[in-house]
């Protein structure tokens, strides 16, 4: 089936075109974001293959159908970004990669944790330069901290698996507890406990209208002094605004982000000969406890070679019409 793959990077290219061929795909890699000004490379495609940062609104959806394409096949597992309702209207199909590898983003969030805690970071800089000194490198041990964790879902799962290893007492929020965690010792509060009592909290959720700024200024009031805040989810789970007024009070002692509330303009490219004009970005940037990465939760190899075959066969799966009834279906698990 042709498909016109959007926001193309060289490692797309590398892992799809090893399973392309294999699947009977015919695949045109575009490095350009799909967007409404870059519809017109849709035209004669049945398929166009999206990623986190592109353009699914009304908008885009209705002139995709207008040239002609019939499935949106997101390489993520996030649909945040996707007007569901107006696919359906449109008669578009959407699949997703449900699950990849949550083994690469719950150890990404252990990473942003350990990082900020022994500030790792700034000893491989200082000892470069011939700097052996150790103060303020001090960090803290993660036994018996308590560790908040919002969303137990194949991410989260992974993650509170990971901080009860450490000996963390876990505490977890979501609508739907996990049997298998409480088992391990994972304690289930309602959501205001779990911030309260919490040393880190790490958001697994996925972002929906009803937790967009979970993360607000009345959230950040009811935490601990110094509470660290890890965030490989959706960037707008957190109100900038008010963790910046947060940062510059102390009340956040650490923050590590993997995602950011305007991440579209900027992650996933090489800016560094270039201005950047966002200045909540760049005063984020400056403060010396906060840890941003650029999306990259995802990033390990077993989650591309699954991203590329699970993509790949709905692909596939669409050709052979198994998504044709309902029209729209954004999970095939
Ligand atoms: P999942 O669907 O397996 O689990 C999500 C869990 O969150 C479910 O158990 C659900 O009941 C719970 N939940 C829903 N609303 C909630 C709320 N308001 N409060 C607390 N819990 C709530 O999803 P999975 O695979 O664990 O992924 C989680 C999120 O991670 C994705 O939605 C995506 O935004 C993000 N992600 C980030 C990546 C990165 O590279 N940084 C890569 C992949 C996913």
New binding site residues.
């Given amino acids: 089936m042709k498909t016109a793959l959007f926001s193309t990077k060289p490692y797309d290219r590398t892992y799809f075109n090893r399973f392309a061929e294999q699947y009977s795909q015919d695949i045109t890699y575009f490095e350009n974001r799909l967007e409404p000004k870059s519809l017109v490379l849709t035209q004669g495609f049945r398929a166009v293959c999206a990623f986190v940062n592109d353009q699914l609104d009304r908008e885009v959806l209705s002139g995709l159908r207008e040239s002609g394409v019939e499935l949106v096949a997101l390489r ?3 649909y ?1 970004h996707v007007d569901v309702a107006a696919a359906r209207e449109l008669g578009l199909g959407v699949v997703r990669v ?2 990849y590898s ?1 083994h690469a ?1 719950a150890e ?1 969030a252990v990473a942003l944790i350990l990082t900020l805690n022994r500030k790792i970071h700034k000893a491989y800089n200082r000892v470069r330069e011939g700097n052996f000194a150790l103060d303020r490198l001090e960090g803290f041990d993660l036994f018996g901290k308590t560790v908040g964790v ?7 799962q992974v993650f509170c698996t990971i901080m009860r290893g450490f000996g963390c007492r876990v505490l977890a ?4 507890p996990n049997e298998a965690l409480q088992n391990l010792g994972v304690e289930y509060a309602p ?1 205001d406990e779990v911030l309260s009592q919490a040393d880190i909290v790490s958001l ?5 209208p ?2 967009h700024h ?1 993360i607000n200024a009345s959230a950040l009031a009811g935490m601990k002094n110094g509470v660290m805040i890890i965030n ?3 960037g707008a789970l957190i109100d900038t605004k008010a963790i910046l007024d947060a940062l510059k009070n102390r009340r956040v002692g650490y923050l590590g982000i ?2 950011y509330e305007q991440e579209t303009d900027f992650f996933f490219r090489d800016l560094s000969e270039e201005i950047i004009t966002d200045d909540t970005l760049m005063r984020l940037i400056g403060f010396p406890n906060v840890l941003i990465t650029s ?5 390990t190899e077993e989650a591309l070679v699954e991203i590329a075959r699970t993509t790949l066969e709905n692909l596939s799966a669409y050709e052979r019409g198994e998504f044709m009834e309902p029209n729209t279906v954004v999970d095939r698990s």
């Fill in positions: 993520c597992a996030g945040n449900p699950a949550p983003v990404h919002i969303g137990t879902g194949k991410i989260g929020y979501d609508p739907y959501i697994h959720c996925p972002l929906t009803e937790n979970l490989t989810s959706r993997d995602v999306h990259q939760g995802f990033f």
